[in-house]
């Protein structure tokens, strides 16, 4: 073979070899079959990735034949333009355009979108990716790919919270919510006090008196959807703890104003919980991950599970996972603290009140879904656990290992999203989205009953003795069931029945309406496809994030109006009496230099005078001290959180406070703490 010959066929080979590797807008890369929820494989971390962040999906829930809008910033600390920017969404995946075509500073951040009206009910897989040429990024993947938005066949109008009484199973209590999605019920042991919490408002209910609230809170407005803030409320029903925008209060059950306000910095909670004895409570927050070659990074002040007692809003300890917290719970005196984790930790932990070093942090539980429940038992001596789709199952716990005592697999792999467990620890309550209903006995894995029913189940409770269970349906029914029997009752309701609660004395059930909480699988699985004869286009993103900050930046210690206290001068009243008396003494000076007799009338008006600015002197200091005490007590809860804040390096804006905001010039050069390169 001559020479000339074999460097042709060297060229051509190479030429070949470099054709096949070289990525392209259409590469065999995008044309994966891979279903749309399985796991994505990372790609390697090169210094000329570019950064993709604050991707999401607006609206986060809603109805279909609605438009919804993905979107992600595009960031190159080069100021590179994508060679492709696109979205997988649901094994497929598709160009994304500029929102502003006029926009090239890629530098600080440019905002690429996708639009999509849906005609059918179910999940909607998504990640980003994005080549500038050199490198690549990835955004909203910790294993599996981000699920948005939450699909509903109702635009959740007519939401409801009501009291049931269990033995004539009728409502004595109803209360008409309109557009105010329940994130959480809860009952005193007796069933007197019902404490609510909506996406607006906190509700305190004496369920003797239907017609209205005893009080009601209002915060800044959530998003409804994924996170649901949650509510609780001692045994005796005197204390109520709450989240509303990613903050925790506590309130006595006498008043709307709140014992003490901590502000969260930005995040979003799952749950709250608070001991029997109203002493301690703890709140579960979510926050951002980010996946790079080095593993899974989020900020120190996201992911918390953080621990209180009444006295303060100072917490006495908080926990930083590298997932969400999903649940939290509490044993009777505050003692043991349960808490479960989403995706990447994907864990059940307990922790002593004493320190935030976990007595349990447990091996991974599923292969990539969230942990959703974890509920102690009164004493501390147990725990069971509910994890998600895919690796569904039922888990039980002691306190004394790290490893389940026994695990339960959910049929057909259903999530074990709704569970309870009974205070003594002897009964556990779980239900699936596939319409399993079970009772567990702490001696076995095997269910003590079992049910199954038409509709998807997202939340339940079970008495204290384990003789039924409570379970909310998306059939806009609260059904129950009784142990040993084959069948089971409901009470209507007008939406999918989110929460419930029953009472420790097994007298009463209460339930509230609202859109499920992190749907990761779909329900009615058998809908049919819509035809949209009218697209809904929801508010402009822009104005309720504009909304939403102004609130948030605004967040009320209480629902009171200002008090402004009257200022008394008592440093004029000083004066005068100093005036007055330096008169008299002048007056008796000349008189005795002159030799004059005193005025006996000149000298009683002077004394008269100055006893009355003395008298006014003395009642100025008082009031005035009692006044300053008085503010002190209004403003201490803001003052000493801002502190706390101060202390733990957060802020609402700005580099430091876990979120990447481009719109405010923070790239991974200038603020690597929040804008940690994406996968």
């Known amino acids: 073979m001559s020479k000339t ?53 607006y609206p986060n829930w809603g109805p279909i034949c609605q438009r919804y809008t993905y979107s992600v910033v595009y960031q190159d600390d080069k100021n590179r333009p994508p060679e492709y920017l696109k979205i997988y969404f649901n094994g497929q995946m598709y160009d994304m355009e500029k929102e502003n075509q006029d ?19 179910g999940s909607n897989f998504y990640f980003f990716e994005a080549s500038n040429g050199l490198g690549k990024a990835r955004s909203n993947i910790i294993d599996s790919p981000d699920n948005g938005p939450v699909l509903f ?228 001596q147990y725990a069971a656990v509910g994890s998600e789709s895919n690796d569904g199952a039922v888990f039980l716990f002691s306190k004394n290992s790290d490893k389940p005592i026994w695990k339960f697999p959910m049929p057909e792999r259903s999530s074990a999203r709704a569970l309870n467990f009974t205070s003594d620890g002897n009964y556990i309550g779980a239900a699936t989205f596939a319409g399993d209903v079970f009772i567990f006995g702490r001696n076995s894995s095997s269910p003590i009953s079992h049910w199954n029913i038409n509709t998807s189940l997202g939340g339940i409770d079970i008495a204290q003795d384990g003789s039924f269970v409570a379970a909310g349906g998306t059939d806009n029914q609260l059904h129950i069931f009784t142990k040993g029997s084959n069948g089971s009752s409901s009470i209507a309701f007008n939406e999918y029945v989110e929460e419930v609660d029953i009472s420790a004395n097994g007298k009463y059930i209460a339930a509230g309406t609202g859109g499920s909480v992190y749907f990761f699988e779909a329900f009615d699985v058998g809908a049919k496809t819509a035809k949209c004869g009218e697209i809904i286009e929801p508010p402009s993103e822009n104005l309720v994030s504009n909304r939403q900050d102004a609130k948030v930046n605004n967040f009320p210690t209480n629902n009171t109006p200002t008090i402004r206290k009257t200022v008394w001068p008592g440093m004029l009243f000083g004066f005068g ?101 994406a996968n």
């Open 5 to 57: 010959l074999r460097t042709f066929l060297s060229l051509l080979t190479l030429f070949i070899l470099i054709s096949f590797f070289t990525p392209n807008k259409l590469s065999a890369e995008y044309k994966s079959n891979t279903p749309s929820g399985q796991n994505i494989p990372k790609l390697p971390v090169t210094p000329d990735d570019p950064e993709l962040a604050n991707g999401h999906v």
């Open 103 to 121: 926009n090239n500073d890629y530098f600080k951040g440019v905002k690429y979108v996708y639009k999509y009206v849906p005609q059918k009910l």
């Open 153 to 380: 066949k109702s635009a959740f109008k007519n939401n409801e919270v009501a009291v049931i009484d269990t033995e004539k199973q009728t409502k004595i209590l109803s209360y008409d919510l309109k557009d105010e999605w329940v994130g959480g019920v809860a009952l005193s042991d007796d069933g007197k006090y019902l404490a609510v919490k909506t996406h607006k408002k906190i509700y305190l209910f004496d369920t003797s008196i239907p017609t209205q609230p005893l009080w009601v809170y209002e915060g800044p407005t959530e998003n409804p959807g994924d996170v649901k803030g949650g509510v609780d409320i001692s045994g005796d029903g005197s204390r109520i703890v709450a989240s509303i925008s990613g903050s925790a209060i506590l309130f006595d059950n006498k008043s709307n104003i709140p014992l003490w306000v901590y502000k969260g910095s930005g995040n979003q909670a799952y749950n709250v919980a608070i001991s029997r004895d109203g002493k301690y409570m703890a709140m579960g927050t979510a926050g951002s991950v980010t996946s790079t070659a080095a593993g899974y990074q989020s900020s120190g002040t996201t992911n918390l599970l953080i621990l209180w007692s009444d006295k303060s809003e100072t917490p006495l300890w908080q926990y930083h996972a590298e997932g969400n917290f999903h649940d939290v719970s509490l044993s009777d005196d505050g003692s043991y603290i349960t808490g479960a984790t989403g995706c990447p930790d994907r864990r059940f932990y307990l922790f002593s009140k004493e320190s935030n070093i976990p007595v349990i942090k447990s091996e991974m539980l599923t292969r990539d879904s969230p942990v959703h429940r974890a509920k102690v038992s009164g004493d501390g």
């Open 577 to 677: 009496l100093l005036g007055s008396l330096i008169v008299l003494a002048v007056y008796v000076v000349i008189i005795k230099i002159k030799r004059l007799n005193l005025n006996k009338k000149v000298i009683a008006a002077t004394v008269i005078v100055s006893l009355l600015f003395l008298v006014l002197t003395i009642t100025s200091m008082v009031v005035n001290t009692k006044n300053k005490q008085e503010l002190i007590q209004e403003t201490d809860g803001t003052r000493n959180n801002k502190t706390l804040q101060k202390n733990e390096g957060t802020s609402e804006t700005g580099c430091g406070n876990g979120m990447c905001e481009p719109d405010f010039g923070e790239t991974k050069t200038n603020c690597s703490a929040d804008c940690s390169g």
